[in-house]
C-alpha cells in the first residue's frame, strides 16, 4: 500500500510503500519523546519525497550519524535518516495522511539505545 503524507503546513510531502497492518515504534529517547515521533522504518526504495526538499532543515546530535529532518516552516519532522538502518528511511507515522488500516505500537528503548538497537536492524530487509 502507498500513503502519503506531509508536515503540517504542507510544504513537505511525500509517499512512503508499507502494508495494509504497519508495525511502528514508540521511543523513549530524549528527542522522541518530546516530539511524540511514531517510527516506521523502509527501505529508501519505498520513499520517495514528492515536494522539494529545499524547505528541509537538518538536525543532528550525539554520534550525528542519524539526520532529523524537519520543515523550516512549521518545524514538523515527518522523517529521518536513522542511524540503525542507514539504507532506510525513519518515517513518522503521525505525518501519513493516508488512512492506516491497523497500526501495531511496539515500546522501544531509546533511552539505552546502544543495548537495544539491533531489535531495529532487521526493518531495512525486504522480505
Known amino acids: 500500500m502507498k500513503y502519503q503524507g506531509s508536515c503540517h503546513c504542507g510544504q513537505i510531502r511525500f509517499e512512503v510503500e508499507a502494508p495494509d497492518t504497519i508495525d511502528v515504534e514508540r521511543c523513549n529517547c530524549s528527542i522522541c519523546k518530546k516530539s511524540g515521533y511514531l517510527h516506521l522504518i523502509v527501505p529508501n ?3 520517495k519525497l514528492l515536494s522539494s526538499d529545499e524547505k528541509l532543515k537538518s538536525y543532528s546530535f550525539n554520534t550525528h550519524v542519524a539526520r532529523h529532518y524537519f520543515c523550516n516552516t512549521c518545524g514538523i519532522k515527518p522523517f529521518y535518516l536513522p542511524r540503525s538502518n542507514p539504507d532506510g528511511i525513519d518515517v513518522n507515522v503521525n505525518c ?3 488512512a492506516i488500516k491497523h497500526i ?3 515500546d522501544f528503548d531509546g533511552q539505552n539505545w546502544e543495548q ?5 536492524a532487521h526493518k ?3 522480505a
Open 96 to 98: 501519513i495522511d493516508t
Open 104 to 106: 501495531n505500537i511496539v
Open 116 to 120: 537495544h538497537a539491533h531489535k531495529l
Open 45 to 47: 526504495t519505498q520513499f
Open 124 to 126: 531495512t530487509k525486504l
